[in-house]
C-alpha cells in the first residue's frame, strides 16, 4: 500500500513542477504569436480602430461595432494590409 501512496506522491511533485516550469516559462519567452502586434512601428491606425470598436459598443451602436470589429479581424489576418498601415519596423541605419 506504501509503494501505491509513494507513487502519487511522486505524480503530485512531477505535475506541480511542470505547472511551475510552464509559469517560469511564460515569464522569460516573449510570446511569439504576439510579435507582429506588440513590435509595430506605428500602430496608431490599429488603436484608434479599436477605440471606435469600444465607442460603438458604448453607445449602443451594434451594427457599426460589429463592422468595425470584423474590419479588424480582416486587418489582423492580412500580413500586407498589416504592413501597410504600420509601416516596417526595420531601422534606417542612415
Known sequence: MSS????NVSYLY???GMVIAKYIR????PQT?????TDAKDPE???TLC??????????QLVEEE???FLLIEILRSPSIL???TGSSIKDNK
Open 67 to 69: 463592422k468595425m470589429y
Open 33 to 37: 504569436g504576439n510579435i507582429h502586434i
Open 26 to 29: 511564460q515569464m522569460i519567452v
Open 45 to 47: 491606425y490599429l488603436l
Open 14 to 16: 512531477i505535475f506541480l
Open 4 to 7: 501505491i501512496q509513494n507513487q
Open 51 to 60: 477605440d471606435t470598436i469600444h465607442l460603438c459598443r458604448l453607445k449602443q
Open 83 to 85: 504592413y501597410k498601415l
